[in-house]
């Protein structure tokens, strides 16, 4: 299984900002431990996305100054980082590998990058630690070199699609579907082809049967030729920004139906990381390994599914 990283890619972040950085690095790390106990995962540099794959989603002016360094003082703090070349440079990397695994996944099956998941991204905003919104990039990418026609987004983060959904608005060639926390970020939520908003502090069964219900849904009014999985870490009981109840078993069964129903419709996924904000950054990481694992754990039976098309 073809995995993405951008970890080499570093981003210095001011002492005690609460994004995680290091999730990533942590995460290549573990499962360069997995392959070494016989895990067939293969780790591959992304390329890094270029301006022709960026104005197919992104705004040429919101460009301009993303690359020019004149955002503004508020936009900059829309997206929570401090702009620098160091910035650009992961951005780029981090929506290159979700280019390169959608058009893997469609190859082999299943594919992943191991970061990613920058949904809050609009046509001409940054927010939330997303300067380009990389599935939204990858999926139009995609479809200009005619490899697909119909791309599913299964949002699992525990933060709406706000960006996501407001790309593809007026866009019946991407259904967004997005389980998230009615009460979180962002505040204002643009509305997805299908939303499911979960109160706070809900909890695995409750979760589980919303997704279940919403995948039902999402399949009977569309036909995917390939899945964007945002697999957010942030749904975790423990997490700061999550509101949400959902054990690391609940997750690993969240993976387990997005997986299922994707192998039973016969749509290869590209899974992308999203967030995770847990005090304890190995926790974070073991939720994501989990993924991953789950995932390379299946590739034959994705890889089935080619063949048998």
């Known amino acids: 299984m073809q995995l993405y990283p951008c970890d080499k890619y570093r981003l210095l972040l001011p002492e005690g900002h609460r994004f995680p950085i290091q999730k990533y690095q942590i995460l290549r790390h573990r499962l360069e431990e997995d392959v070494e106990a016989g895990e067939p995962f293969v780790f591959i540099e992304p390329h890094a996305a270029n301006?022709?794959?960026?104005?197919?989603?992104?705004?040429?002016?919101?460009?301009?100054?993303v690359f020019g360094g004149t955002l503004t003082k508020a936009e900059i703090q829309r997206i929570g980082f401090p702009w620098s070349e160091d910035l650009i440079e992961r951005s780029l990397r981090s929506t290159g590998a979700a280019v390169d695994a959608g058009v893997t996944a469609l190859r082999d099956g299943i594919a992943a990058s191991l970061a990613g998941g920058t949904h809050?991204?609009?046509?001409?905003?940054?927010?939330?630690?997303?300067?380009?919104?990389?599935?939204?990039?990858?999926?139009?990418?995609?479809?200009?070199?005619?490899?697909?026609?119909?791309?599913?987004?299964?949002?699992?983060?525990?933060?709406?699609?706000?960006?996501?959904?407001?790309?593809?608005?007026?866009?019946?060639?991407v259904y967004t579907l997005?389980?998230?926390?009615?009460?979180?970020?962002?505040?204002?939520?643009?509305?997805?082809s299908l939303d499911v908003?979960?109160?706070?502090?809900?909890?695995?069964?409750?979760?589980?049967s919303e997704l279940e219900k919403a995948l039902g849904i999402a399949f009977s009014n569309f036909q995917p030729q390939l899945i964007f999985y945002i697999a957010g870490a942030d749904p975790f009981i423990g997490d700061r920004l999550?509101?949400?109840?959902?054990?690391?078993?609940?997750?690993?069964?969240?993976?387990?139906?997005?997986?299922?129903?994707?192998?039973?419709?016969r749509v290869p996924v590209a899974i992308v990381c999203g967030g995770g904000y847990c005090n304890d950054i190995v926790t974070i990481t073991e939720i994501h390994r989990a993924t991953m694992r789950q995932a390379v754990a299946l590739e034959s039976q994705f890889a089935m599914i080619l063949k048998s098309k």
């Open 51 to 65: 301006d022709e794959e960026l104005r197919r989603v992104h705004c040429p002016q919101y460009l301009g100054r």
């Open 120 to 173: 809050h991204a609009g046509t001409n905003w940054g927010e939330g630690f997303c300067v380009f919104n990389d599935i939204a990039v990858a999926a139009r990418e995609i479809q200009d070199r005619g490899l697909v026609h119909n791309v599913l987004v299964i949002d699992c983060d525990v933060h709406q699609g706000n960006g996501t959904a407001e790309i593809f608005a007026n866009d019946d060639t």
């Open 178 to 192: 997005s389980i998230h926390g009615a009460k979180n970020f962002p505040l204002r939520k643009y509305p997805s």
């Open 197 to 208: 908003p979960l109160a706070d502090g809900t909890s695995d069964e409750i979760y589980l």
């Open 242 to 265: 999550g509101r949400l109840d959902i054990s690391q078993e609940g997750l690993g069964r969240r993976d387990t139906l997005v997986f299922k129903t994707a192998l039973q419709h």
